[in-house]
């Protein structure tokens, strides 16, 4: 995976659509990895979130047809994905302080964001904690969903263990609790042949435990992980930068490369995630070159 060149494509490509739909899951396919991955490593990056990013490019770019006076408000507003002239004029007003109407007169001061590039410095610095570990297939039982945070996490512990409270053991199993297990975070990316997929689960190793109507089975296949130890609460800017780094500075300097078989993974342990010295980990699915 060359992440400088995807993410220059990914920039390139919007740029060639910024008057059209563009398709967030397409964005993460130029660079090969999952929506989860691609938002945290940009986000980064970049220092906005790729939604906003593509805001400001198109808000910028719609202030020259506003000034060359051929156009109405309401073509403009279409040009750039704009449902109705007043959100064009509402988020166009919240970006430069003005109206569209207003632009067009001369004199006004008015903001651009060109387009980015990134260049990649790999620095070294700071150590990077990490293990080869190979490790059987395995399941993990959760919820899947677009995205996942803590809140998901909390959910399915308290509906799992709710349920199992309530009789409910999904079959011949014994009740048992998921609350001291370690929380498994399936990174969002499996792509099939036909079609592109992208999902998240929540949950845990399923191990022996009972299968409840309405959650979600995922297969982990038999594969070889980079495993990175990272100290830091989850989701913090610690955190994006510890997965910016991996991906950026020690896949492409490293012996391996990304597994796309095999989704990523990010495991919590029991704890106190809100401590200093809470430690979770990154496990990234790889292959020796």
């Not at 995807?6 to 999952?34: A, P, Q, R, W």
């Not at 796309?260 to 704890?271: H, K, Q, R």
């Not at 809470?278 to 020796?288: A, D």
Request: aromatic share 12%; glycine share 6%.
């Amino acid at each position: 995976m060359d992440w400088l060149n995807g993410m220059n494509n990914v920039v390139k490509y919007i740029e060639e659509n910024l008057t059209e739909n563009i398709d967030h899951d397409f964005l993460c396919k130029i660079v090969g990895c999952s929506r989860y991955e691609f938002s945290r490593i940009f986000s980064f990056m970049a220092g906005m979130s790729i939604s906003e990013y593509i805001r400001r490019r198109r808000l910028s770019q719609a202030v020259f047809d506003i000034q060359n006076g051929r156009d109405k408000m309401i073509d403009i507003a279409m040009k750039y994905c704009y449902e109705s002239q007043a959100a064009f004029t509402r988020a166009f007003s919240e970006l430069h302080n003005c109206s569209p109407l207003m632009a067009r007169k001369l004199g006004m001061q008015l903001k651009t964001y060109p387009k980015i590039s990134f260049k990649l410095t790999i620095s070294g610095v700071n150590e990077m904690n990490f293990r080869i570990e190979t490790k059987n297939c395995f399941k993990i039982i959760g919820y899947s969903c677009a995205d996942g945070d803590g809140k998901d996490w909390k959910n399915f512990m308290n509906n799992y263990n709710t349920r199992l409270r309530n009789g409910d053991t999904g079959g011949t199993h014994s009740p048992k609790s998921y609350y001291h297990a370690p929380f498994w975070q399936v990174g969002a990316y499996k792509f099939k042949k036909a079609e592109g997929e992208n999902f998240c689960i929540i949950g845990a190793e399923l191990a022996d435990k009972p299968v409840l109507d309405g959650m979600d089975v995922e297969i982990i296949p038999k594969t070889t992980w980079a495993v990175f130890a990272i100290t830091c609460k989850s989701g913090s800017k610690e955190a994006d930068e510890a997965c910016t780094r991996i991906f950026t500075e020690w896949l492409p300097t490293s012996n391996y490369t990304r597994d796309e078989n095999a989704p990523s993974l990010e495991v919590y342990p029991a704890g106190d995630a809100n401590s200093k010295d809470y430690k979770w980990e990154v496990w990234l699915p790889v292959i020796s070159k």
